[in-house]
Structures are given as C-alpha cells and as structure tokens.
C-alpha cells in the first residue's frame, strides 16, 4: 500500500496586505510541520507546481528551506514557477529552459511528473516532447508497477470562473496517450486551489487544494477567492487492487 501527502500552490514570495511573503511561507511552513509530526512515514509528499509567486532565486531558496522534510518531496513546475530558476536552484541543473519532466520509482508504483507550464501564460499544455516521454516512460522499466501521473494544470473544467479558462488545454493528445497504459491509477494536480475529485480518460483526477488561498465556487458567493481559509492537503491511498482512496485534511492554525 502506497500513502502519499498532496499539496498544491505554496506561492512562496507572495504579498498579501504588505506582508513581504511572511504569510505565505507561514502557512506552507504549517503544512510541512504537521507533515513532519505524523507518527508514521509517509512514501512521498508532492507538491504539484506554483512553488514561488515570481519565480525567483531567493523564492525557490526559500521553497528548498520550507519543503525541506523527512518525507521524500516530489515537485513539478506551475504557471507562477521560472524553470531557469528552479532548475538552477531546486534541481543543480544547468538553467535550460525545457519542460521539467521527472519519473519517480518509488517501492509502491511510478510517480511521473510533468510540466504543464507555458513559460509567460497562465494556462497550461503538454507539450509533444512531455507526452512522448510519457508516453515512453509508462512503456518501459516497471511495467507491471502502477503509476501515478502528476501535473500542474487540470485538464478538464471545474466549473470554477477562475479557473477554467486558465486550466490546460489540449487534454485529447493526453487522454490517447493514458489510454495506451492501463497501469496508470490516477492524475493528480494543483492549480485551483480546492479539493476536487472528478475524472479524466477514465481515471480519477485528484486536486489538491491550495495552501496558500482556497478559490470559491460561485454559489459560495464573494470574489470567488478565499485568503482566511485554513491551508489543506491531500492524502491519496493506493491499495493493492491500484484502486486510489483521497483524503483531504485542514491544517489548524499554529
């Protein structure tokens, strides 16, 4: 049995009220303790993209500090993240501009994670060269491992204003490449800053909600965008039958 810890939408370095980013990293730094402090071991904690606000250096510093855990920790890049950045200062890599894709064998199932982004927009898309690594990637090594594909931007509507026009697009060139690999368990990704369960291709889509603000829906009433809500996480449960089990947990106040 797999157990992971899912989180979303740290937005370190963002200014709320004049606060310099204090709130976001506090928030984050909640999460990330109450992780820490779980009497039992967890088999990752990924965090699916817009770890920095801006996409600087000193925010991908402070996301390295603030992530930094006794958990095995899973990234991938949102619309907020620089790649030349975070390769530099996440990965020790050369600041090379290219989609940051990474495949994690961990003892449970294959932990594929992409790179939604379109560097200068806020919506997202797999590009060809990430859907051919997918698609490679699925097909080779542990096969009869499940896998757990994870990415940025949702790629189905949410019916949420704020969100859906900025979701990724594109999804019918993803939808053929999952349904050439029955391995995969579910998708997981961030984006729009709530717990959501829906389906994609026929496999559970799994968001986890934001850490740093919760997005509303419209029945809800307001501006549709939530800063006194407490952070949340994700837990994804995969048993032995690759059947994925969600649960999601508020995060009380320090």
């Keep these: 049995m797999l157990t992971i810890a899912h989180l979303s939408d740290i937005h370190l370095g963002q200014d709320h009220h004049g606060d310099a ?22 088999d990752a904690v ?18 390295a500090e603030v992530l930094a855990s006794r958990h095995p920790v899973l990234t991938c890049p949102g619309n907020h993240d620089v790649r030349g950045a ?40 797999l590009d060809d060269a990430t859907l051919d690594w997918l698609d490679a990637e699925l097909g080779a090594g542990r096969t009869e491992s499940p896998a757990l594909v994870a990415f940025h931007h949702p790629p189905v509507e949410l019916h949420l204003p704020h969100v859906d026009p900025i979701r990724q697009f594109g999804a019918v ?60 996480l994700a837990f994804h449960v995969l048993d032995g039958d690759r059947r994925p089990t969600t649960h999601y947990r508020v995060v009380s106040p320090a």
């Design 21 to 42: 980013g204090e709130r976001a990293r506090r928030r984050a730094e909640r999460v990330m303790a109450y992780l820490d402090a779980l009497p039992g071991p967890l």
């Design 46 to 63: 990924l965090v699916t993209g817009d770890l920095a606000d801006h996409g600087t250096a000193a925010e991908y510093r402070e996301a």
């Design 86 to 125: 975070y390769r530099e200062v996440l990965l020790g890599e050369a600041p090379s501009g290219g989609p940051v894709n990474r495949l994690h064998a961990l003892p449970g199932a294959d932990v594929l994670m992409l790179d939604s982004s379109i560097p200068g927009q806020d919506d997202g898309l």
């Design 173 to 232: 060139r993803l939808a053929r490449v999952l349904r050439r690999h029955p391995r995969v368990a579910a998708l997981l990704c961030g984006h729009a800053h709530t717990p959501a369960a829906t389906t994609f291709a026929g496999l559970p889509l799994l968001v986890a909600p934001g850490v740093v603000s919760t997005v509303t829906l419209p029945c809800e009433g307001g501006s549709g965008i939530a800063f006194d809500h407490p952070p949340m």
